[in-house]
């Protein structure tokens, strides 16, 4: 059974150039969360989604960053217009229908905006 | 809003010795866990503590949680260089589903 898979790993991305973040969550877990961890921070909650379905966006910035979860493929992380301050480690999490008590990292992407 | 602090930040130690990590959070919740990242990786789930009192034991590493006092502890003991990392405590927001809140983590370095 394959774990949480995000790709890409590392992306880089100039100022002002737009940034497609993928997830695909564990087979059968229709829970995904999306994170984000600064240098030297811990992790930050940005998203929760179920297919189709938006459920607690409250750590999303209000602009440039959007997020998706469609009936079929992965889960998106959006950033329009990336900022030096966009630099970080994203990380996709996801969990079963049937219980969210734990969730599974994936690997993350590493954002580096030049 | 729901706050989760850990200390300490840091933390050197000896192998061999035994040290505890505190994981202090602001408002009812009734799932912490702990996880472990190492540089660079995501984060490995450690334990899940679902109700007061509740201990969970792997290895050289102890978890245990209390609700009334809003406080899990991770103890490690006779530490050995294996288990140099960042050690992360979480809770679960209020939420359904529930968003993780994390604490700052703690970094630890056992030295020989």
């Known amino acids: 059974n394959a774990g949480v898979m995000q790709n890409p790993r590392h992306l880089v991305r100039r100022r002002g150039q737009e940034a497609r973040l993928r997830c695909s969550p564990m087979k059968g877990h229709s829970h995904v969360y999306w994170y984000r961890q600064l240098p030297e921070e811990g992790l930050k909650f940005m998203v929760y989604l179920q297919k189709e379905n938006i459920i607690d966006e409250s750590g999303m910035p209000k602009e440039r960053f959007s997020a998706e979860f469609p009936k079929e493929g992965p889960s998106i992380l959006r950033i329009q217009q990336v900022v030096r301050g966009d630099s970080a480690a994203y990380f996709c999490?996801?969990?079963?229908?049937?219980?969210?008590?734990?969730?599974?990292f994936g690997p993350g992407t590493r954002l580096t905006v030049l | 809003e729901l706050k989760v602090e850990q200390n300490p930040l840091f933390l050197s130690m000896q192998e061999g010795k035994n040290y505890t990590i505190y994981c202090n959070y602001s408002?009812?919740?009734?799932?912490l866990y702990w996880y472990r990242q190492d540089p660079g990786k995501s984060l490995e789930s450690l334990f899940v503590?679902?109700?007061?009192?509740a201990v969970k034991q792997e290895g050289r590493l102890m978890a245990s949680l209390d609700t009334k006092a809003r406080l899990s502890t991770l103890h490690i003991t006779a530490a050995v260089h294996d288990l140099s990392a960042t050690y992360f405590c979480a809770v679960r927001g209020a939420t359904q589903g529930g968003k993780l809140i994390f604490g700052q983590g703690t970094e630890l370095s056992v030295k020989p």
């Open positions: 408002t009812t919740s009734d799932r």
């Open positions: 503590l679902l109700s007061n009192g």
């Open positions: 999490a996801s969990s079963p229908p049937s219980s969210t008590d734990t969730q599974y």
